[in-house]
C-alpha cells in the first residue's frame, strides 16, 4: 500500500543490546516524526526530521537514543544499549510538510520488548 | 506551551447511543487540533481536524467535533455508536511555532468500548 511503513513490526531482545527500527514515508511526504507509545508515558515526541535535517531532537529521552534520516525518505531510529524501560510501541508518522496544520499519518509501529 | 487533557480514560456506550469524548487544550498559540483513532495492534488513523474556518468539524465514520475557544474544549462526538467504534481515541494539538512546529502533543486516550 502507500501508507507509512514500519519495520519490523515486533523486536524482542535483550538488555544491552542495541535496536535499530526502520520508517519508510509515504512517498513525497518531507516530514518525518518518531514517537514512543507507553502504558505509562502515554505517546511521546521523540524526533522530527524536516529533509535530511533533524531541528528538533528534545525528546530523545537519552544519548542513546538516536535517529537518522537519508536521501530524505527512510529512517532509522537506533536504540544502544538497551534498557526495560525502553520497551514500548514506536510509532513513525509523515506529513507532506512541515506544518502546524498538517495531518500526520502513522505507520503500525514496531513492538519493543526488553528482557 | 501545549497540552491536552482527555476527561475519562474509559467511556461505555450502548450500540445506538451518543458517543461524547472530552478533549480540553492549553496553546500559547492559536492551536490546530486532531483526533486520532487507534485500533488493536495499529497506528493512528486521523479522524478529524481543526485548523481555521468553521468551528464544527466533520470526520469519517460519523464522528465530528467543535472547537469551542471559550471553552478551549475539542470534544469528539457520535450520534449513534456502532460496536465498529470501539478502540482508543487521542486528541491531539499540533506545536505552534519554531522548532516544535508540526510537533503533536497527544492526551492521555480514552477507551470506547460499545456494548451490544
Known amino acids: 500500500g502507500a501508507g507509512v511503513s514500519q519495520s519490523p513490526s515486533n523486536k524482542v531482545t535483550e538488555k544491552g543490546k542495541d535496536v535499530e527500527l526502520r520508517c519508510d514515508p509515504i512517498s513525497g511526504h518531507t516530514a518525518l516524526y518518531w514517537y514512543r507509545q507507553s502504558l505509562g508515558q502515554g505517546l511521546e515526541f521523540l524526533i522530527y526530521?524536516?529533509?535530511?535535517?533533524?531541528?528538533?531532537k528534545s525528546g530523545l529521552p537519552s544519548d542513546r537514543f538516536s535517529a537518522e534520516r537519508t536521501g530524505g525518505s527512510v529512517s532509522t531510529l537506533t536504540i544502544q544499549r538497551t534498557q526495560q524501560e525502553d520497551s514500548a510501541v514506536y510509532l513513525c508518522?509523515?506529513?507532506?510538510?512541515?506544518?502546524?496544520?498538517?495531518?500526520?499519518?502513522f505507520g503500525d509501529g514496531t513492538r519493543l520488548s526488553i528482557l | 506551551a501545549q497540552s491536552v487533557t482527555q476527561l475519562g480514560s474509559h467511556v461505555s456506550v450502548s450500540e445506538g447511543a451518543l458517543v461524547l469524548l472530552r478533549c480540553n487544550y492549553s496553546s500559547s498559540v492559536p492551536p490546530y487540533l486532531f483526533w486520532y483513532v487507534q485500533y488493536p495492534n495499529q497506528g493512528l488513523q486521523l479522524l478529524l481536524k481543526y485548523t481555521t474556518g468553521a468551528t464544527l468539524v466533520k470526520g469519517i465514520n460519523g464522528f465530528e467535533a467543535e472547537f469551542k475557544k471559550s471553552e478551549t474544549s475539542f470534544h469528539l462526538t457520535k450520534p449513534s455508536a456502532h460496536m465498529s467504534d470501539a478502540a482508543e481515541y487521542f486528541c491531539?494539538?499540533?506545536?505552534?511555532?519554531?522548532?516544535?512546529?508540526?510537533?503533536?502533543?497527544f492526551g492521555r486516550g480514552t477507551q470506547l468500548t460499545v456494548w451490544p
Open positions: 491531539a494539538v499540533s506545536g505552534g511555532r519554531g522548532s516544535t512546529l508540526g510537533r503533536l502533543y
Open positions: 526530521f524536516q529533509g535530511n535535517s533533524a531541528p528538533d
Open positions: 508518522a509523515s506529513s507532506l510538510e512541515q506544518g502546524a496544520h498538517q495531518p500526520q499519518h
